[in-house]
């Protein structure tokens, strides 16, 4: 079983254990693209089997989330689970609010809170933070692609956001109720998106449990080039089939037109066998997600 599953992380649960729970269901190694906070919920892509060897080609795939900044004070963890180091300043308007959101898209710097999953010396900052040592993090660029205010929640507002890779939302709401002079955290999160696995059709862990008992998991199984479609494609000519299969590099003529420092799916009887990259005069496979023995 290699491929994907798009689920959806309810909140409380890491996405570690969201990670065993399909080991479990499945029997193959797994791991996730994008981790989401246990408090968060929402679209959490689980590679199963030889679709763990393609973290890396998509993990910066843009995402999109769905947040609530709380003007009711901030917070050490810059979320709702934090202990309150601020005192809010009353809740601002909505013109306020739109007004300064603006400022933060483009390519930004962040300094992520000591509570998070960042790591010195291998070891999580959050647990450093929570022994009692200091933390002090290093300011990180982040991209924001597009900030929507969607309405008023009470003493706080939900907020659209797509970015890239490695933002911090929370950071994000913290540092939007800053600029307002009024401080803020993060009270609810919700993924929407990651890449191409969209939240109206991703699965829930009861579901999963229940289509493995009528063995019918992998009807929901997505397949290894599903998150890659942005990749260029390469068909290997019949004679080099068997080359290919070995991982044995290609020469670029097979290709025509090959731009160097471009990464390409390779394909071998139409189906996705790995992606490689131009090297001089040949292509180097940089992955193979199929074993040669699947091919006649």
Do not use: W
């Amino acid at each position: 079983m290699d491929g994907f599953f798009n689920l959806l992380k309810p909140p409380g649960m890491s996405s570690g254990a969201m990670v065993n729970e399909i080991k479990y269901l499945t029997g193959e190694r797994c791991g996730h693209a994008g981790t989401l906070d246990p408090e968060a919920a929402g679209v959490l892509p689980i590679m199963v089997g030889r679709a763990t060897r393609l973290l890396d080609y998509f993990s910066g795939s843009g995402k999109e989330y769905i947040a609530e900044i709380a003007f009711t004070g901030a917070t050490d963890t810059q979320d709702a689970q934090g202990s309150l180091i601020l005192e809010g300043r009353g809740v601002p308007g909505e013109e306020e609010v739109a007004g300064v959101l603006p400022h933060f898209i483009g390519d930004i710097l962040q300094q992520p809170p000591a509570y998070s999953a960042l790591k010195r010396d291998g070891v999580p900052l959050y647990k450093l933070a929570r022994a009692g040592k200091t933390v002090v993090t290093r300011p990180r660029p982040a991209r924001i692609d597009a900030i929507r205010l969607l309405r008023r929640t009470g003493d706080g507002f939900l907020i659209r956001v797509s970015c890239g890779g490695g933002t911090y939302i929370r950071t994000l709401c913290h540092d939007i109720g800053q600029a307002l002079g009024r401080p803020a955290h993060m009270r609810f999160l919700l993924r929407t998106r990651v890449g191409l696995f969209g939240i109206e059709n991703a699965v829930t862990l009861e579901e999963m449990h229940s289509r493995r008992a009528e063995k019918r998991l992998e009807e929901k199984l997505l397949p290894c080039d599903y998150p890659l479609s942005g990749f260029p494609c390469l068909d290997v000519p019949a004679g080099y089939k068997k080359q290919a299969v070995n991982g044995v590099a290609l020469p670029v003529r097979l290709f025509g037109s090959v731009e160097t420092g471009r990464q390409y799916l390779v394909r071998v009887d139409g189906l996705f066998l790995g992606i490689a990259e131009r090297a001089g005069d040949v292509m180097k496979f940089r992955v193979i997600v199929r074993d040669h023995n699947e091919f006649a």
